[in-house]
């Protein structure tokens, strides 16, 4: 079949795919056991001459001891860069290596395909191709294969669908009208953000429904929802993202012999990266190991062995100090309190980093040291110090941008340093814009990670519903989603007719546009319409049906709907932007089929709705010439030779809600830690004395971040902002001392406070060493006078106390938005 793409100049898709669709080697057999003679079922050859004691060269001793350990559970606290990945591949193989392990009965879990595809070519290049029978994939992954297995006992198609986060609010939009709920006092997006929350918590709607007092209307609403949003699922035959843990957890309970066979099978589990483990996959890894819980957990404890099948060993690897996911439900105790739920698990410590240089490592564990109640650890290495940490306070956020641009085009005309070595980290999505106005003046290529990305492009988004409308009829919102795309003369008025149909009848949204004749109320110009959709979509089933693969079903939906003719007639560039978008889609079709010849266009929807935001950053390889920015949320589990951690100011990072929160504080600092565990060669550190956010300049003080680091890591290349130095101060980009219990970096006696003066008294005032004691108390209407801007008036007020802000129209200097207990205002 020739491809509607075919005459399309865009060379290079089929590498610009490999970014969005990880390659996967053709399965064999998904169930195939190596035999005791060292081949596996599928007759491949076993690592013969490749010896145990081999796989253990190189190793350092707390590396070897995890690779070697047998019986019993195994905590691995690797900290950042210690080298976990060859840790746990080096295990996998040792574990065939002496055979006490057949592939099938290993199961390796990670939290991208990324991850899960670079330990499968790993453990490839020690044990040979008999790897493809090992499962190593995500959790999520892992369910799907495990429910699309298990469907008919769940009552499920196996071929149901996944909805992802936009289908998800989609669907609980659709279920809070037909509740007819005020979308201004119960947003559907707040609904499906608790619903998740409820999901990872194993809390399903029943059970949430006898928690909710008579009292709290948004609860009552969101009980009514949240089980009307599931019977809508089942309806559809579809499961969203976090039913996919849920549902495997709740069969794997309610199934005693379904439980058995994967407990039989998995002999070996071993979960990467269990920090940011949530409730929900802390539960399935029990189940699949077969782990009883405590008695006093339930009575579910009493009867997880009862045939007496011994518990697979567990091993799991992760760092504390790197949990930084708490806003997407993983939770901390998992791996803190690993030895309290494993009495009898052994722990071993990686701290010799492989990553970056000794000074960088230093200033890391000086932050992270901070952050109470956590296991020691002392990163270290034995390559050398390095460059001290280049520190900069800069006036503005442009100013801030307009240095950076200068240290990399320096570095590069310096040390050979490539735009693509570099990295500049940020908290907040919002503070790429500066960052990159300065990028392009400069002509310094770059590229943001974590803007739209590309599964969620509304092009991409309406391509796929057809594909997922195809696959499983009864999918009613990707049906809902295309039935008048392009516009085919089906309005609102005749999608509620249809949706009625389905009501009154009981049957789904699919089934009633087959049944358009009988629809109540439907226009004749509409029920032709319909008619033609109901055509168009039996033609595209038989099609798929037939043995066509995912790209010739894509070519034929978008040529037969008329959505790629529409696009393409259109004057509208950024039209020719989609159309070049739909291209790639279609080039990721087709690199699925070359890669597994066997998959179909079920193996495809699934294979893209489980692609993870980090699977779609480039490989090492690519886009070497441009730097890369993206939040440090992002950067977990990414390196960079050269390494802009910006923003540093309380307020901006750590971020402003977390000030007054110590568990909160907590994540932040675990934050910090992973953006400078990034670096390998070099570490910039900056903050900007006035930052604009929300149209308001702002003033805030240097992150309690910088402090943390000892002076002597540092290099400032500018220490105080043009403010600082009229006021006479000699701030040096941190506060120290500053009597806060600790959490801003008091380092005791033996550092001497840092003072701002002015005529030869101490005048406390912003970036100064304490917070002023006499921050004045204003109202709206008070004259001020500021030490830089003059005379002003106060137009807002903000919080109270230490936290009070004033917002101050100073006229021709404009309007300010400054926190009174470091900002030198006074009150006339």
Not at 96 to 111: C, K, M, S, V, Y
Not at 404 to 424: F, H, K, M, N, T
Not at 555 to 576: F, H, I, T, V, W
Request: aromatic share 6%.
């Amino acid at each position: 079949m020739t491809s509607l793409f075919d005459n399309l100049p865009l060379p290079g898709l089929s590498a610009s795919a490999d970014a969005h669709l990880p390659r996967v080697m053709p399965p064999r057999d998904p169930d195939a056991q190596a035999s005791p003679d060292g081949r596996d079922a599928n007759g491949e050859n076993g690592p013969g001459s490749l010896a145990a004691e081999a796989l253990l060269d190189g190793l350092n001793p707390q590396q070897r001891a995890a690779v070697v350990h047998e019986g019993g559970q195994l905590l691995i606290i690797a900290g950042a860069g210690s080298g976990k990945t060859r840790v746990l591949t080096h295990r996998i193989a040792y574990l065939l290596a002496t055979g006490r392990a057949r592939t099938g009965e290993i199961l390796a879990i990670t939290f991208t395909n990324k991850a899960a595809a670079e330990m499968r070519e790993r453990v490839s290049e020690l044990v040979g191709p008999r790897a493809r029978n090992m499962w190593v994939s995500t959790f999520h992954s892992a369910c799907v294969r495990i429910l699309r297995r298990e469907a008919k006992t769940l009552g499920l198609r196996s071929n149901f669908s996944i909805y992802d986060a936009a289908d998800s609010q989609r669907l609980m939009l659709l279920v809070c009208r037909e509740l007819d709920l005020d979308p201004k006092r119960f947003p559907p997006k707040a609904f499906s953000n608790r619903v998740s929350d409820l999901k990872n918590e194993l809390v399903d709607p029943d059970d949430y429904a006898r928690t909710v007092g008579d009292s709290n209307p948004f609860e009552q609403n969101l009980a009514a929802a949240y089980r009307l949003y599931n019977e809508r699922l089942r309806q559809a035959h579809a499961l969203d993202f976090d039913d996919l843990i849920m549902t495997t957890v709740n069969l794997l309970q309610a199934f005693p012999a379904v439980a058995e066979h994967y407990r039989r099978r998995f002999r070996h589990i071993l979960v990467d990266e269990y920090q940011d483990t949530n409730q929900a996959q802390y539960m399935l890894v029990r189940e699949l190991a077969g782990v009883p819980l405590d008695p006093s957990e339930g009575a579910a404890g009493a009867e997880a062995n009862d045939n007496d099948l011994p518990t697979a060993e567990l091993t799991v690897v992760g760092d504390a100090d790197q949990s930084i996911y708490a806003f997407r439900g993983a939770t901390i105790r998992n791996i803190v309190e690993f030895e309290s739920d494993y009495p009898d698990a052994t722990t071993v410590l990686l701290e010799q980093n492989y990553r970056s240089t000794q000074t960088i490592l230093s200033a890391a564990n000086a932050v992270i040291s901070r952050n109470p109640d956590r296991r020691a650890k002392n990163l270290w290495t034995d390559s050398g110090s390095g460059p001290q940490i280049i520190g900069y306070v800069a006036d503005s956020e442009h100013e801030e941008a307009r240095f950076i641009a200068e240290e990399i085009d320096r570095l590069g005309d310096s040390d050979g340093v490539r735009p693509g070595d570099v990295a500049i980290f940020y908290r907040t999505n919002a503070q790429s814009r500066a960052l990159e106005e300065v990028l392009i003046r400069v002509g310094l290529p770059y590229k943001v990670v974590g803007g739209t990305r590309f599964y969620e492009r509304r092009e991409v988004k309406d391509a796929i519903a057809y594909l997922r409308a195809i696959a499983n009829p009864d999918d009613a919102i990707n049906l809902r989603r295309i039935l008048n795309v392009p516009k085919r003369g089906v309005g609102d008025r005749a999608e509620a007719m249809i949706t009625a149909h389905s009501e009154r009848e009981r049957i789904s949204f699919g089934a009633a546009i087959s049944d358009a004749e009988n629809v109540i109320g439907l226009a004749t110009r509409s029920l032709t319409a319909v008619r033609g959709f109901a055509t168009l979509m039996s033609g595209l089933r038989e099609l798929a049906a037939g043995g066509a693969s995912p790209a010739e079903v894509l070519d034929a939906a978008l040529d037969r709907s008329g959505y790629l003719a529409e696009l393409r007639a259109s004057d509208d560039p950024q039209d020719a932007s989609r159309v070049e978008n739909l291209a790639e889609l279609h080039a990721v079709a087709t690199e699925f089929s070359e890669s597994d010849p066997e998959g179909d266009l079920g193996d495809f929807l699934e294979r893209v709705a489980l692609v993870a935001d980090t699977d779609q950053i480039p490989d090492d390889d690519d886009d070497r010439g441009v730097v890369t920015l993206m939040t440090v949320h992002t950067a977990k589990g990414l390196e960079f030779p050269v390494v802009f951690v910006t923003g540093l100011e309380d307020g901006t990072f750590p971020h402003q809600r977390s000030l007054a929160d110590e568990t909160e504080l907590a994540e932040e600092r675990r934050l910090a830690y992973v953006a400078l565990t990034r670096a390998r060669q070099r570490l910039y550190l900056s903050r900007a004395a006035v930052r604009t956010a929300w149209g308001m300049p702002n003033e805030l003080p240097a992150s309690r971040f910088i402090a943390d680091i000892p002076e002597e890591l540092m290099d400032w290349k500018r220490r105080e902002s043009s403010m600082a130095a009229l006021r006479g101060g000699s701030f040096t980009g941190g506060y120290r001392n500053r009597g806060d219990g600790g959490r801003g970096g008091s380092r005791g006696p033996s550092a001497p406070p840092v003072r701002t003066t002015r005529a030869g008294a101490d005048t406390p005032s912003f970036g100064s060493a304490k917070p002023r004691a006499d921050a004045p108390s204003v109202d709206v209407g008070d004259r001020v006078t500021h030490d830089a801007y003059g005379m002003g008036r106060v137009i807002a007020v903000e919080s109270t106390g230490a936290n009070a802000v004033a917002k101050i129209d100073f006229g021709s200097s404009g309007t300010k938005r400054l926190l009174l207990r470091y900002s030198p205002v006074t009150k006339l």
